[in-house]
């Protein structure tokens, strides 16, 4: 909640240039932005709860958490720009006066978009960056890991190494025989050479472990490999 009133309250600091007034010499807060708070909450909550977006789990937010984010960010704007408009329509039939300003600021609906977007996925984020790279480290310490095979599997294995609540392992680097995949980097681990380099790989970079990650090697290629 508190950041679905702080993104409205920033969209409408920047279009008025961090001035409390508009250009008619009129307060911003009173005029629009408090009569619109209640409606902008009822919306971001009815869509980020239609969405199930209070159901997950920071700490594993991840791209789909993401794009969660900005269907409900978008939905929930789409629906205050109707209510706006609708709320005009209907006080006008009434001949009275509307409860959100005519002239509302065309710009807070993008601005209003782009900053709960940022602040609601940049929390998700923050919170599992913290819980990754903030993990205690194991007492027998960390053991230097080299992972064979730089594919799905070997992705989703060193993917999993991050998650882990205490850091065990240190993966130094892949090595794998696929001539695309060679010097590229996988979340930020580089692919160190192919698998006949592994001896002086191990040598040169201390490696303690090694974690084939080949689902697909037959027999011959896991006995090359060991």
Same mark, same amino acid.
């Given at each position: ?52 977006? $209070? ?21 929930? !704007? ?9 709320? $005009? ?19 807070? $609906? ?25 993990? +205690? ?27 882990? +609540? ?27 050479? !192919? ?32």
């Amino acid at each position: 909640i508190v950041m679905f009133a702080a993104a409205p309250l920033a969209s409408f600091l920047l279009r008025f240039d961090f001035s409390l007034y508009n250009q008619w010499g009129l307060s911003w807060v009173t005029y629009y932005f408090i009569p619109a708070l209640p409606l902008l909450l009822a919306t971001k909550l009815g869509a980020f709860g239609f969405f199930r977006l $209070y159901d997950g789990w920071w700490r594993y937010a991840g791209f789909k958490d993401l794009l969660g984010v900005v269907k409900a960010t978008y939905v929930s !704007t789409a629906m205050f720009f109707l209510l706006v408009y609708f709320q $005009y329509w209907f006080f006008a039939t009434l001949r009275l006066p509307p409860l959100i300003s005519e002239g509302f600021p065309r710009s807070i $609906y993008l601005l209003d978009f782009g900053l709960t977007v940022a602040m609601v996925g940049g929390a998700r984020m923050i919170a599992r960056l913290w819980h990754e790279e903030m993990r +205690p480290i194991s007492r027998e310490g960390v053991t230097r890991l080299v992972i064979v095979g730089a594919g799905n599997a070997g992705a989703g294995l060193l993917h999993e190494i991050y998650r882990m +609540p205490v850091e065990r392992f240190q993966v130094v680097g892949f090595v794998d025989d696929d001539p695309a995949k060679q010097n590229a980097r996988i979340m930020d681990v580089p692919v160190l050479g !192919t698998i006949d380099k592994l001896p002086e790989i191990c040598r040169a970079e201390k490696v303690q472990e090694i974690i084939i990650a080949i689902p697909s090697a037959n027999r011959s290629q896991l006995q090359r490999i060991v």
